[in-house]
DNA sequence: CATGAATGAGTGTTCATTCAT
DNA sequence: AATGAATGAACACTCATTCAT
């Protein structure tokens, strides 16, 4: 299904063949193919959003490091649980689409957090937070996706805390 | 065309309209609508790999910085150019596609490339190469897709130093 | 349809209207338009096979041409049912083709077991059985397609006595 | 071309290239790729008629038995020279169409001559003549079919003495 | 005369959606 | 509520034919 055929390629009739149903049923819940998809993206959307209020106030020392470090571990998990979802929406990056819309925000919605709680005990700003928001949470985003898809399991969350390394440096430079 | 509405909606009607001629020109000229894209594709992952190639040594010290940003300003040049190919290419991530495997590689030897430049003169690595370049290569990705197609034109290239400046603190910590 | 267009020609847009139905529902009971031809045959090759094995011993008497008489009228009969299908099977000859083999064994089988119940009973060869046999169903085939499509209906079986003549004295020489 | 991929199958673009010309002299010649074909179908037509009037009387003797052999030799070698073109014949027997009046006329010339050739000596006759021609051009033709397309190069012509008996036993009995 | 790049109507096939049971 | 057979608009691709050079 949407894992491992996309947004496009799933059928509807893989979709209730895998869900046991019919086509019947599937419509009697969801209006369109689209609906269930959007469904899945609000779902998303709220998890992501509760991830990115849980990040706190990360300063320049080794407690913002660590701060950083462990959400950056809680938010492998969650993409873990949504990859495919969040896959699907890069798919369907075309302007004035509904999903890239409502990925946007969601994914809006925690670099714009990300930058927020960085920046608040930061003393310089090196950037404009929406750049800096989106470079970051892009980094994060395509290292998850890359320790998902890529990296054999075991060894899953062995790259976050070089990761949040990086991040940090990146805005704060090296630790004192 | 491909760069309004993506891969699998750009129809060959589409193509054919925008290009001015027929259905049967375009398959005198391509097999079919997907040897179109490999041919974008190809010659995209050409411009990206010579690129690669063209990054010198990036040192700690402000050379490196200054290395760094003329890098990133010709990526980002690059990137407006191949922007709709390279967006199609997330479009097509299902295992075994051929057009994932192209874009992979070709976006694997930038990453690959990156990290090797600014390794050589790094005193202690941070991560290990394959993570640190996927993480760079997203990061500086996405910043280049956040500038092509959100940021308003004229101030196109405003973000080069700031992200410059966010990868070498990533890598080498703030400036001495 | 089939029987006035031939396969090729017969679009499957034809054969949905004439049946009544859609295109969807044309490809949920067949992959595509050759399975479609290749049920038809099955069916026509399962009667043909059946026609064969109805022909009893035909020897060099009277008894041997009313034998040979009575089986060629229900040839006649079969042909009538199917001919459209076999016309079809002849447009398809190329090499390697699935329906002429399919028609090819099918028929085969009927040259076989004709000659060989004609042969039970003669005293010399006079001839090898494969080329009495295909020169023997191909007179039998061609008298039914002229009689189906030429001839006015109403003298329909007429000619099957006199070409049942032609056909034993062709074994026999004339009776005795 | 046609003589393996059948008419319908035969795209000009083969035609073209087999015979190192280009579309465009192709249409030089013919106004379409239908009157291609029809002028191979003239040219067939009238070597059938020719060969039709060189079938001197047969009678119910072994002389008759000479001459319908030494025709039917050289109808093989006819066949040979023309049976792609005939066998694409075959496959356009819809109603109305050219060809099929085209090809009915040139055998049934054939079919008819035939017949007034050996009835002209035959002292009662078996059938009427029309179904008798058709019948026995049936046979006669699918067995040079069998021979040309079947059968091994060199013993060709084997076939044609015991089909030669079988048609004139066919006509006048056993030979006396 | 000859060429072959360009054309576009026509064809087989797919798949989201509906509705009678 | 649940089903799944039926639908048909939409799409990728073919190939006979034309015409500027």
Chains 1, 2, 3, 4 share one sequence.
């Not at 404009?128 to 060894?155: K, Q, Y």
């Amino acid at each position: 299904m949407l894992a491992q055929r996309g947004y496009q390629a799933a059928r509807v009739d893989d979709i209730v063949r895998a869900a046991h149903t019919s086509h019947g049923t599937f419509y009697l819940y969801f209006a369109n193919k689209e609906e269930l998809f959007v469904a899945l993206a609000l779902d998303c959307a709220r998890d992501m959003t509760t991830l990115a209020s849980e990040l706190g106030p990360v300063d320049a020392g080794p407690a913002g490091l660590d701060e950083l470090t462990a959400w950056l571990a809680r938010f492998l998990a969650t993409y873990r649980h949504h990859g495919a979802v969040i896959r699907a929406w890069a798919e369907d990056q075309g302007p004035g689409r509904g999903l890239a819309r409502l990925g946007g925000s969601a994914f809006g919605d925690i670099a714009a957090s990300l930058v927020a709680r960085i920046r608040e005990t930061r003393p310089a700003p090196v950037t404009t937070p929406d750049l800096a928001g989106a470079a970051l949470l892009a980094m994060v985003e395509r290292f998850a996706d890359f320790v998902t898809t890529r990296a054999s399991p075991g060894d899953g969350d062995d790259g976050v805390a070089p990761l949040a390394v990086m991040v940090h440096r990146g805005f704060f430079g090296a630790p004192a």
